[in-house]
């Protein structure tokens, strides 16, 4: 099974900061690496699919980039509604793993 | 509106079953596949489960496989998971999602239905 190591597990970061989170897989996965932004008590939100290509609607601010094994989350400008926790998601022809999360808050 | 509504969480002793729900309105159900993911109390999403269109196909986490059932019943616009022989580590939310009709991520959610594996 692949396995995806997401970091860091956290972060504090001020409003208008640029924030990087990482995942990378344990092999090979293409581009097929999706990122989903979490609220607390919240259901999921996609932000990005297939690494790199924005959501309808979700705001330009918000990044994605990689292939093959590694693959980075960018916020170019840190706001207050961007405090949630954000996962990498990969999937393959039949299994689907997320990584752990990164919670991010406001410094 | 396209929705998703989990039901029939609850409170289930260890070795017990539960079988939830999820009822899908505003989209073609019987055109999309769909997954069950879940959480556990202060801990990240973890995939579950995955059902093709028309229920021929399924796929399992190794941690669930052998012990939960994903199924669907097109005509009545429903998702289910029937868990059997459930552990203190099975309690989470679990959440039922969309699978994209284009591309492989999870497009719509629902808010999630809890269930606590406890004597």
């Known amino acids: 099974d692949i396995q995806m190591t997401q970091s860091p597990s956290s972060l504090s970061a001020s409003v208008g900061d640029r924030v990087t989170i990482t995942c990378q897989a344990s092999?090979?996965?293409?581009?097929?690496l999706n990122w989903y932004q979490q609220k607390p008590g919240k259901a999921p939100k996609l932000l990005i699919y297939?690494?790199?290509n924005l959501e309808t609607g979700v705001p330009s601010r918000f990044s994605g980039s990689g292939s093959g094994t590694d693959f980075t989350f960018t916020i170019s400008s840190l706001q207050p509604e961007d405090i949630a926790t954000y996962y990498c998601?990969?999937?393959?022809?039949?299994?689907?793993?997320f990584g752990q999360g990164t919670k991010v808050e406001i410094k | 509106e396209v929705q998703l509504v989990e039901s029939g969480g609850g409170l289930v002793q260890p070795g017990g079953s539960l079988r939830l729900s999820c009822a899908a309105s505003?989209?073609?159900?019987?055109?999309?596949?769909m997954h069950w993911v879940r959480q556990a109390p202060g801990k990240g999403l973890v995939w579950v489960s995955r059902?093709?269109?028309?229920?021929?196909?399924?796929s399992y986490a190794d941690s669930v496989k052998g012990r939960f059932t994903i199924s669907r019943d097109n005509a009545k616009n429903t998702l289910y998971l029937q868990m059997n022989s459930l552990r203190a580590e099975d309690t989470a939310v679990y959440y039922c999602?969309?699978?994209?009709?284009?591309?492989?991520?999870?497009?719509?959610w629902g808010k999630g239905t809890t269930v606590t594996v406890s004597s």
């Open positions: 999602a969309r699978e994209s009709a284009k591309f492989y991520y999870m497009d719509v």
């Open positions: 505003g989209f073609t159900f019987s055109s999309y596949w």
């Open positions: 059902i093709n269109s028309d229920g021929s196909s399924t």
């Open positions: 092999q090979d996965i293409s581009n097929y």
């Open positions: 297939d690494a790199s």
């Open positions: 998601q990969q999937y393959d022809n039949l299994l689907w793993t």
